[in-house]
């Protein structure tokens, strides 16, 4: 596999990951480990948004599309702290 399909691949894993942890940790019972697993899902956000980034720079990612998903990163971000915000005040 090329370094742009590697590219492509881990920037698929991360956005993956971030909906996976947010599901994985709505089911463990306990608002410590919800929040737990939105800080995990917020880390693999960043990851999406530094991976879209560095696709735009090199060119292998459309500056459109790459400006699309750096916009829905900061949505990502901004819902995920309001809820960890949320999780912690009910905890």
Do not use: P, T, Y
């Not at 590697?6 to 698929?12: A, E, F, I, P």
């Not at 948004?49 to 459309?62: K, P, T, Y």
Request: charged share 20%; net charge negative; hydrophobic share 50%.
């Amino acid at each position: 596999m090329c370094a742009e399909g590697d590219l492509k691949s881990q920037l698929r894993r991360a956005a993956i990951s971030v909906v996976s942890n947010i599901a994985e940790g709505s089911e463990h019972g306990s608002d410590r480990e919800f929040h737990r697993f939105l800080i995990m899902a917020n880390a693999s956000n960043a990851e999406v948004l530094a991976q879209a980034m560095i696709a735009q720079d090199i060119g292998w990612l459309e500056i459109e599309v790459a400006d699309q998903i750096i916009v829905q990163s900061g949505i990502v971000c901004r819902m995920l702290n309001r809820l960890m915000v949320a999780v912690n005040a009910s905890g």
